[in-house]
């Protein structure tokens, strides 16, 4: 049973994968990548409980998290521009 979970997760990296190449909007890409890290941080919990080894899970937390803030990160950027520009918020305050 886990091999077939192992498998499908798989399949889904290579076509999530195929998805962030092709994608037409950065966005698409973006959720692309987001669910390879969601994919990889099931892949890890499985292979950890296979394995016999609990510290894995700990590294599938670990990589969860960074993969959350990391996708905030980059629709924060999408959304206001570049890192230490705040023009843009400067001028909300003064209207």
């Not at 670990?62 to 980059?74: C, K």
């Not at 520009?85 to 209207?95: I, L, S």
């Amino acid at each position: 049973m886990f091999a077939v979970t192992t498998l499908a997760l798989l399949i889904t990296v290579s076509l999530t994968l195929a998805r962030a190449v092709l994608g037409p909007t950065v966005f698409d890409r973006l959720l692309a990548s987001n669910t390879i890290g969601t994919c990889t941080v099931l892949l890890l919990a499985v292979i950890g409980f296979l394995a016999g080894r609990p510290e894995f899970l700990d590294l599938a937390l670990v990589y969860g998290l960074l993969n959350l803030v990391g996708t905030v990160a980059v629709l924060k950027f999408f959304h206001d521009g570049k890192p230490g520009d705040h023009r843009r918020d400067e001028g909300a305050v003064r209207q």
